[in-house]
């Protein structure tokens, strides 16, 4: 099992950034693919990015909506995965979650509480 926390939200101005840290606990998540997700009110779950298992040869990607302003970096070390998020609009309002994808991948079989997030105009 697996355990995770998210912390970092908050209320920030268009434009500002935000860091978001996913503290992960019960296991090492460096064999794990993290992923960031989001879901604003009234809309469904929608990804964010993931980045890959360690060793595992994959690429961190991100949605659409937010390649080039967010970045995911996780450190094995701290067993914590965060989410930078610089240039924010006011649609980046939402919940967001991280989730962890374990082996045998393919889902993300843990999820956290999630944590708010708002952006202002």
């Known amino acids: 099992q697996v355990q995770l926390v998210e912390s970092g939200g908050g209320l920030v101005q268009a434009g500002g950034s935000l860091s978001l840290s996913c503290a992960a606990s019960?296991?090492?998540?460096?064999?794990?693919?993290m992923g960031w997700f989001r879901q604003a009110p009234g809309k469904e779950r929608e990804f964010v990015g993931r980045?890959?298992?360690?060793?595992?040869?994959?690429?961190?990607y991100y949605a659409d909506s937010v390649e080039g302003r967010f970045t995911i970096s996780k450190d094995n070390a701290k067993n914590t995965v965060s989410l930078q998020m610089d240039s924010l609009r006011p649609e980046d309002t939402a919940v967001y979650y991280c989730?962890?994808?374990?082996?045998?991948?393919?889902?993300?079989?843990?999820w956290g509480q999630g944590i708010q997030v708002t952006v202002s105009s």
């Open positions: 989730a962890a994808d374990a082996p045998p991948l393919g889902s993300y079989d843990y």
């Open positions: 019960g296991r090492p998540i460096s064999s794990y693919v």
């Open positions: 980045i890959p298992c360690t060793g595992c040869g994959g690429i961190t």
